[in-house]
Nanobody
Framework: QVQLVESGGGLVQAGGSLRLSCTTS????????MGWFRQAPGKEREFVSALSSTGGITYYGDSVKGRFTISRDNGKKTVYLELNKLKPEDTAVYYCAAGIGSWNGQKRQSSPNEYTYWGQGTQVTVSS
C-alpha cells in the first residue's frame, strides 16, 4: 500500500508561484510513474502533468505547459509541482497520484485511470 500526502497549497495572487510537494510511503516509490491532476468545483478532474519513474520523461497538459514544472526526488520519495505565472483559472484542488510502471505513454499517463494510488489533495486558490 502506498500513501500519498500533498502539501504546499495556499492562496496566491495572479502571477505568483507555489510549489506543491507529494510525499509518499512505501519502499518502491522509484518504480512508480507519478502524476498531478486538479479538480475545480463543478468540473471534471483535469490532467496537469506526469513524470516517469526515473524523472527522464515529463508531460504537461496544454493549459499549464510552460508555466508548471514537475520533478521528483526518489531519495526523498517526493514528487514536486512548481506552479508559476498562476492564473485565477488554476484554482482547484490538486491531487498527486502514483501509477504502477515506469511510463506507459502520454495518452495513458494523462488519464486518471492509469493511477492506482491517490493523495487527499491540496487546495490552490489564485486571486485576481
Amino acid at each position: 500500500q502506498v500513501q500519498l500526502v500533498e502539501s504546499g497549497g495556499g492562496l496566491v495572487q495572479a502571477g505568483g508561484s507555489l510549489r506543491l510537494s507529494c510525499t509518499t510511503s512505501g519502499r518502491t516509490f522509484s518504480s512508480y510513474s507519478m502524476g498531478w491532476f486538479r479538480q475545480a468545483p463543478g468540473k471534471e478532474r483535469e490532467f496537469v502533468s506526469a513524470l516517469s519513474s526515473t524523472g527522464g520523461i515529463t508531460y504537461y497538459g496544454d493549459s499549464v505547459k510552460g508555466r508548471f514544472t514537475i520533478s521528483r526526488d526518489n531519495g526523498k520519495k517526493t514528487v514536486y509541482l512548481e506552479l508559476n505565472k498562476l492564473k485565477p483559472e488554476d484554482t482547484a484542488v490538486y491531487y498527486c497520484a502514483a501509477g504502477i510502471g515506469s511510463w506507459n505513454g502520454q495518452k495513458r499517463q494523462s488519464s486518471p485511470n492509469e493511477y492506482t494510488y491517490w493523495g487527499q489533495g491540496t487546495q490552490v486558490t489564485v486571486s485576481s
